[in-house]
């Protein structure tokens, strides 16, 4: 699985897709189409194209480094780091993920052990699969936070263990997954009351959207003590006013004004890294205002992990 240069970096940071010239960085990002795929369904998917849109769009995340940002009362040059690292986009030379999911997991082993923040853009949720066994790599415990309306925690779909419906399935079999809160989850989906038990009997925390809306405040007491995190935001976690452009939404999902307070408290007890995934560049809006929304989740996080706005 090489990696491939993007159209447009993230953020415009230095494009470097060879691992083995990695140097040590503030913060790196890499795009992973494609992950397992179900029998049945297109191939690519839309959400392969996910990475390159949320690139596309970055560029009016930060106009410069004297402009002002307000989400942080600071200019951009006090909110972002000097330089990132943009690694390109994984991509599966013969279509078939699962042959290649052993690279795809020592390239993200690679960016953990190069970055002190990792990022990484899908792609379906099955993408995180490959980064959950890349955090092997700190060899310390971490607690996974997932935002997302559905739990993900089918054990295989037509015979695929590595798909989107499946990624917090494969973290509960990690050694290094201390623990699993789950944030958002709605509706109905693609869990049955078996994957619901499941999750449970784990230690899984599942956390309601309709338990956000009530009491934010105690969903933030939850995660006191439990870092470092590592956080995967499937964008349909997010209420569909606010990110359109996804495959499965879900009305009464999260605003970005309660997902920020998320992401700063977890960057008090140390963030790792974080993917977003679920982008459908097909059905955004015509601004893109859902890749600009998964764009700016990202650098609120970068910056927040450096100690910015807590």
């Given amino acids: 699985m090489p990696l491939a240069a993007p159209l447009r970096p993230f953020l415009d940071w230095t494009v470097a897709t060879d691992p083995n010239h990695w140097e040590p960085v503030d913060v790196a990002l890499i795009g992973i189409p494609y992950s397992e795929h179900y029998s049945g369904e297109p191939r690519p998917n839309d959400q392969a194209a996910g990475p390159e849109a949320i690139r596309a769009l970055s560029g009016q995340l930060t106009y410069g480094a004297e402009f002002f940002d307000f989400n942080f009362d600071a200019t951009l040059d006090a909110v972002l780091p000097k330089g990132g690292r943009d690694g390109g986009n994984l991509i599966s030379e013969d279509g078939d993920f699962g042959k290649g999911f052993a690279e795809a997991v020592r390239v993200m082993e690679h960016q953990f052990a190069t970055a002190r923040f990792s990022v990484m853009l899908g792609g379906d949720h099955g993408v995180t699969i490959p980064a959950l066994h890349g955090l092997k790599a700190l060899d310390r415990p971490v607690h996974l936070v997932q935002i997302d309306a559905h739990i993900d925690w ?157």
């Fill in 154 to 310: 089918r054990d295989e779909v037509r015979g695929a263990k590595l798909g989107y419906s499946s990624p917090i399935r494969r973290a509960s079999e990690l050694p290094w997954i201390k623990g699993i809160t789950q944030i958002g989850i709605r509706g109905s989906g693609s869990a049955r009351a078996q994957e619901v038990a499941d999750a449970r009997a784990w230690g899984a925390k599942l956390v309601t959207a309709d338990t956000v809306h009530a009491d934010l405040s105690a969903v933030l007491s939850g995660l006191q003590g439990q870092g470092p995190f590592y956080l995967t935001i499937d964008l349909d976690g997010l209420d569909p006013s606010v990110a359109p452009g996804v495959a499965g939404p879900a009305p009464g999902g999260l605003r970005v004004e309660q997902v920020r307070p998320i992401l700063a408290a977890l960057a008090r007890e140390g963030l790792v890294g974080m993917d977003v995934v679920e982008l459908a560049p097909s059905v955004d809006s015509a601004n893109g205002i859902t890749a600009i929304t998964a764009g700016r989740l990202v650098l609120d996080a970068l910056a927040y992990s450096r100690g910015v706005g807590l």
